[in-house]
Nanobody, 128 residues
Framework: QVQLVESGGGLVQAGGSLRLSCAAS????????MGWFRQAPGKEREFVAAITWSGGRTYYVDSVKGRFTISRDNAKNTVYLQMSSLKPEDTAVYYCGASLTRRYSGNYYSSLDAYDYWGQGTQVTVSS
């Protein structure tokens, strides 16, 4: 089993920055991709960003490109989501997911069903 714990959420003003962390533990050696998703009240959970453990290839949803950066520290089994220029529409619960499936297309990792494990989520609130 893989356990994922998100942290770093909180309240921030529009235009501010926040860094989320996702610490992975357990049998993490089989995971291939780590992803960040978010879910706002009344909305479906949506893809934000993903990164491969081995090569560090990254994928982003268009709405966060240039503002968010996903990264990973393999030694610490931790992935990060650096969020800058935050907007009120970024307000959501942010979830970290781990995928054990290897695919050639990055689009695959924008889907919820690509991920095998999920964290509990961390709340990000951006005030206007």
């Amino acid at each position: 089993q893989v356990q994922l714990v998100e942290s770093g959420g909180g309240l921030v003003q529009a235009g501010g920055s926040l860094r989320l962390s996702c610490a992975a533990s357990g049998r993490t050696f089989n995971s291939y991709v780590m992803g960040w998703f978010r879910q706002a009240p009344g909305k479906e959970r949506e893809f934000v960003a993903a990164i491969t453990w081995s090569g560090g290839r990254t994928y982003y949803v268009d709405s966060v490109k240039g503002r968010f950066t996903i990264s990973r520290d393999n030694a610490k089994n931790t992935v990060y989501l650096q969020m800058s220029s935050l907007k009120p529409e970024d307000t959501a619960v942010y979830y970290c997911g781990a995928s054990l499936t290897r695919r050639y297309s990055g689009n695959y990792y924008s889907s919820l069903d690509a991920y095998d494990y999920w964290g509990q989520g961390t709340q990000v609130t951006v005030s206007s």
